[in-house]
């Protein structure tokens, strides 16, 4: 059997220290017993050090390159992790085959670009030899990955000849894998569903032979890649939920039944519309009103909110507070909508009298056929709260399209907000574990989220602004993504900050604040299609976090 290295190494210390010993020494090392022990031993230790402090220093030298591909497997692993949901949200069924086909140039990548400190000429040995194993795991969603590579440089035990021509390890190699975080995420997508949603990115009106091109189609097609890259479900403790929003929200019948039994959602006496006239020039005047409404509602609620509370018996918008806004509906019921928000219109008809100069107003006494005109879709535009079931996530996107209604985003943020508030548990059927409570300690590390998707700016001044309903859910300690889904172009200057003041871009930073290290809460830049979906993924792939375990 071949000797070990450090056999070998041991039996050429023994030959050195015989051949170092001159014919002539051994009478000396007779007279002189000690001497000639000690010079022997001190031959023997001087070689037995000089080749121990080599292989010393090259393992600390391999050690120092296993760490290094290390962290490349491991940037590697999560490069592929990622992948993967993209991969098999186009095509679940892919075969393992041309998954790996598709994942193994990815890990490559990652390692090569962990490698890149490296000096030229070690580079470049490591691509040569460079070997990328995968393990998939479908179920999980995870890809391990092991790397192997020849990292350059020289041993210098590999130099010395009392080692007895050692080589070394060729290669160096690696392994690692990651698996989801285990706080639990939570993700409320808030989606406009204005008229304008019907649009393409450039704000042309879309023909129905072209409608996957339409800004509510790429906006589907992207919400359900972020749905997919989640994966939301019990055991990774991630949840989704959706607001399709306008200048009203709507509940599904059944919720809105047990709403209006509940006291929850009450006929107004009254309510306040923030802008019932527009000018002859076809712009809106702000001149707020409060018209008393009719004793009895002039037809059945079809489950529609705008942003009117009822309080003490009269519908009133509520306070800009926290406590106000996020209220569950048990503290301070909410006004059923009747008669459509939008500018231009108020209940009571008036006289020239009374409107303001060069005003007019398309009133809606009289008329109960218009009352509740914009509140169609049924369960189709309804909200959806938080949920584990991702078939019925996906089913919930599907069935969103717009309604010829104007824009109001700060409805779709409050609503958001009131889905990840741990008071608003019981308000929701079937709301399983979700929201969770951060303030308990096993949901300490909770994230929670809103994405906001708007397409311009609000129609007309809403009861409360967006800027206001964005800094009331960030004090909560929600994380606001906004996306705006429209060609940058009509992207004006005071939209961009007005979107940019919503989002968690310029909150002070995490634990006070909202905005995270390295995560970007800002998507303005959607010139086609495929920059609209990108920013859906990379939001998703931002609040999917990975840990290392192997």
């Known amino acids: 059997m071949k000797p070990s290295p450090i056999e070998r190494f041991r039996l050429r210390c023994v030959r050195l220290a015989e051949r170092s010993v001159p014919a002539s020494m051994p009478r000396r090392f007779l007279r002189d017993a000690r001497g000639g022990a000690t010079a022997i031993v001190a031959a023997a230790v001087t070689v037995m050090t000089v080749g121990g402090t080599a292989l010393i220093g090259d393992h600390l030298w391999l050690v120092d390159q296993r760490d290094t591909l290390k962290s490349a497997s491991e940037a590697a692993s999560i490069a592929a992790t990622l992948e993967i949901h993209r991969q098999l949200a186009d095509d679940s069924s892919v075969s393992d085959a041309d998954l790996e086909a598709a994942l193994e140039p990815v890990a ?36 391990g990955v092991t790397a192997s590579a020849d990292l350059g440089g020289t041993l210098f035990s590999r130099s010395l000849p009392l080692l007895g021509g050692y080589e070394g390890p060729e290669a160096t190699v690696a392994r690692a894998g990651v698996e989801a975080e285990a706080p639990p995420v939570e993700v409320v997508l808030a989606i406009d569903t204005s008229a304008s949603m019907f649009k393409d990115l450039l704000e042309k009106p879309v023909s129905y032979a072209s409608r996957d091109k339409s800004r509510i189609a790429i906006v589907k097609r992207a919400a359900k890649q972020l749905v997919a890259i989640l994966d939301p479900d019990g055991t990774n403790r991630v949840a989704v939920g959706i607001v399709p929003w306008n200048q009203e929200v709507h509940l599904d019948s059944a919720t809105a039944s047990e709403w209006s039994s509940k006291g929850w959602a009450r006929y107004p006496a009254k309510r306040t519309y923030p802008v019932p006239y527009i000018s002859d020039l076809g712009k809106p005047i702000v001149n707020p009103v409060v018209d008393t409404l009719p004793v009895s509602p002039p037809q059945p609620w079809k489950g529609c909110f705008d942003e009117h509370r009822i309080r003490a018996g009269v519908a009133s918008l509520p306070a800009l507070t926290e406590t106000a806004l ?134 007309a001044r809403a009861p409360i602004s967006r800027t206001d309903a964005c800094t009331a ?40 604040g909202t905005r995270r290290p390295d995560t970007t809460y800002l998507f303005i830049n959607n010139a086609t299609p495929e920059t609209l979906e990108a920013a859906f993924t990379e939001i998703a792939n931002q609040l999917r976090t990975f840990r290392r375990i192997y």
């Open 473 to 512: 859910a960030k004090s909560r300690g929600t994380e606001i993504f906004v996306i705006a889904a429209m060609h940058p172009n009509k992207v004006s200057g005071e939209l961009k900050r007005s979107l940019r003041a919503c989002s968690s871009m310029d909150d002070s930073e995490y634990p006070s």
């Open 108 to 143: 490559k990548r990652y390692v090569l670009l962990n490698l890149a400190h490296l000096a030229p000429d070690r580079l470049e040995q490591a691509k040569k030899t460079l070997k990328v194993d995968l393990q998939l795991n479908r179920k999980g969603r995870t890809v």
């Open 326 to 459: 996020f209220e569950p509906p048990s503290a301070a019921p909410f006004a059923q909508s009747y008669f459509t928000p939008e500018f231009g219109h108020s209940y009571r008809c008036r006289d020239a009298s009374e409107k303001p100069a060069n005003a007019l107003n398309s009133c809606l006494e009289g008329d109960p056929d218009k009352a509740q005109d914009s509140c169609v879709g049924g369960a189709s535009r309804s909200l959806a709260p938080l949920s584990t079931d991702r078939t019925a996530v996906d089913r919930k996107v599907n069935g969103m399209f717009p309604t010829s209604a104007g824009t109001y985003s700060a409805f779709g943020v409050l609503w958001a907000q009131r889905m990840l508030e741990p008071d608003w548990k019981d308000v929701w059927t079937g709301g399983g574990i979700h929201p969770v409570d951060p303030e308990t300690p096993e949901h300490a590390e909770a994230r929670k989220a809103i994405v906001l998707l708007t397409d311009g700016e609000d129609a």
